[in-house]
C-alpha cells in the first residue's frame, strides 16, 4: 500500500557522529530536549558493512554492528522516526562477495560478469597494449568523463595468472604483502641469506609504493621474474569496481538491496554515484543519454512497490537545468543551491535570488529535499547560472577567509566545487546568522534535513584536518561528539532556538507538500507563508539585521499558537 511522504524535518549524521554509536543518538532523540524535533533521520552509510570513504565503499549492506544494531532501527520505528538510506548503483568495493568470488574463482564465477571487463567492454573499438588493457581509440574516448587521471582501469590477477583490467571510476590501492625471509625459502630451494636480501628488497619497494619489478636485485638478477611472481600472487587491493547494469544477477542485487534498505526502515533512498553506472562506447560515460534515465526508471519499478521515495543525488550547475529533468520526471530533487543562496542572502543583505529559487520550486511543483551543512562540503558548482560568476568567488573567499577550504572539481585547479567548513564557521561563528539560516531552510519548499553539527553549533575542525593527511579536507566538518558535547549544546540559546523551530516545523499541520505557499521579498525584507489544515505558518525576515519572526496562527482566528524570534539566542 502506498504511504505518504513525511514531510517533517530530518536528522542527518553518522551512526557514529552522536556518541560513539546509533544507540546514543537514539539516546539523544528520546530525550526530552529532541523529542519531536525530528521524524526522520538520514543515517550515513557506515551504518553498512563498509571500508573506505567512511562508508560509500561498502561490502554489504548488512549492518555494521559495532555501531548499529537492528535494536537500534526498531527504536527509532518506535519514536515515529523513518529513514533515508544510500543506496550507491554505481560500485561495491573490491571485498563485497561477488568481487571476492571472482579473484578466487575467475572466469569460473558465477558473477563473472557482475563487474565490467574493460576488454570485453571496449572489444573492437581500441588496440591492446603490451599491459593487457585495451587502448580505446581516441575518437570513442574524447569524450569521456574522467573522476582521475589516466583510464579507469584497475589490474586484476585471476587465479591462472593473468592479469584483467576491471572498471573502476573511483578509489583505488593495490598493496602487497611485506615478505618474510621464510616466505621464500621454497622459492631459493633452502639459501636463507639469499632469501633474507630478496625479502629486504622487495620490501623497500613495495612499502615505498613502487611496483615489485622496481625492487633492487643487484647479484640476484635471476631471482627477479619468481620473485615478481610471488608478489604479485600475494597482491592485495582496496577501492571500489563499476556494476555491470547489463547483469541480470546486478538488477537482483538492486532489488535485493532496495528490499533491505525498506525493511531497515527507509522511506527515502538516496541513489548515490547513479550517474556513472549507465555506460556506452563512444559516450561520455557521466549522465549519458537516454541510459541514466532509463536506468533511473527500472530501478523505480523496483522501488515503487515499497513506497520508496527516490533521491537522485548530482551535483550539477542551475544553468545544466539536470535538476529540472530530475523533477520534471518525478523524482526528488536534491536542492544543493540552498546553502550557497543562504550565505549569498546573508552576506549581501539581499534575499531576491533565494526568493526567486523558492518560486521557482512552487511553480515547477517540484519535490525537494534541502539542508545547510553535509557530510560533504557546501556546494558552490551548483550556484552557477543563479549568481553571477563574482558572486560565488566572493562566497568562497568569504567562507576561505573564515577557516574552508577549496575542494576543486575532481583535482583540477581553479575549478570549483565545494567548500569544505562547518555551515555554523562558513556564517562567521555568528549565532543570529545561524538561526536565520535554519528559519529561512524550515521555511523553503521542501523536506528539511539537518546535518548534526550545525545544530551543535560545530566549529571547523582543522586539527581533524591534520590527522587524516593528504585528502582529509571533509573531516573539518565530520567531528564526532560526545554526547555530554550534544547535551551542552542544546542547553544553550542557539540550541534551544533550533530545536523551538524544529519542533514547530514538526508540529504545526501548515508545513505540509499540499500546503499553499507564498515568499516575497524586497531588498533584505523576505517573507515565506505556508496554509493548510485551518493553520498558517509566517516567517518575516530582516537580512540587513539578522531579525525574524517565525510564527504558526489559525488560519480563521488569527490567534498565534507558536511565536519564535530572533531574540531567542
Known sequence: ???????????????????????????????????????????????????????????????????????????????????????????????????????????????????????????????????????????????????????????????????????????????????????????????????????????????????????????????????????????????QMDLNIRSPLVWEFYADTLRRLHDYGARIVRLDAFAYAPKEVGSRNFMNDPGTWDLLAKVRALADPLSLTLLPEIHASYEEGVYRTIGEKGYMVYDFFLPGLILDALEEKNGETLAAWAQEIIRRGFLTLNMLGCHDGIPLLDLKGLLPEERIQKLIDTVVARGGMIKNLHGAKNVYYQVNATYYSALGEDNRKMLLARALQLFMPGKPQVWYLDLFAGRNDLEAVRRAGAGGHKEINRTNLSLADCEAQLSKPLGKAQLALLKMRSSSAAFSPDAERGVSCTGSSLAFTWRAAGEEAVLAADLADCSFVAMVRDSATGREKVRITSESC
Do not use: C
Open 1 to 239: 500500500m502506498e504511504q505518504k511522504l513525511n514531510f517533517g524535518p530530518m536528522l542527518n549524521a553518522y551512526p557514529d557522529s552522536i556518541g560513539g554509536t546509533l544507540s546514543d543518538a537514539v539516546a539523544l532523540l528520546r530525550s526530552p530536549a529532541m523529542a519531536h524535533a525530528f521524524s526522520s533521520f538520514y543515517i550515513l552509510p557506515s551504518l553498512f558493512n563498509t571500508d573506505l570513504d567512511r562508508g560509500f565503499s561498502v561490502i554489504d549492506y548488512r549492518l555494521n554492528e559495532l555501531l548499529a544494531k537492528q535494536d537500534d532501527l526498531d527504536a527509532l520505528q518506535d519514536l515515529g522516526i523513518d529513514l533515508k538510506l544510500d543506496f550507491i548503483l554505481n560500485h561495491a568495493s573490491v571485498l563485497s562477495p561477488q568481487f571476492q568470488d571472482i579473484l578466487k574463482n575467475g572466469p569460473a564465477s558465477r558473477y563473472a560478469d557482475f563487474f565490467i571487463d574493460w576488454n570485453k567492454f571496449w572489444k573492437g573499438a581500441g588496440e591492446m597494449t603490451d599491459r593487457g588493457y585495451i587502448q580505446p581509440d581516441p575518437e570513442k574516448i574524447k569524450n569521456m568523463f574522467f573522476r582521475k587521471a589516466g583510464l579507469p582501469i584497475l589490474m586484476v590477477r585471476m587465479p591462472d595468472g593473468q592479469d584483467v583490467p576491471y572498471w573502476n571510476t573511483f578509489y583505488q590501492e593495490i598493496r602487497y604483502p611485506a615478505l618474510d625471509p621464510q616466505d621464500l625459502l621454497p622459492l631459493t630451494g633452502g639459501r636463507y641469506g639469499i632469501a633474507e636480501k630478496l625479502a629486504a628488497a622487495a620490501n623497500q619497494a613495495t612499502a615505498s609504493g613502487r611496483l615489485p619489478e622496481a625492487a633492487d636485485l643487484a647479484g640476484l638478477e635471476d631471482w627477479q621474474a619468481p620473485l615478481r611472481e610471488l608478489l604479485e600472487s600475494r597482491r592485495r587491493y582496496l577501492g
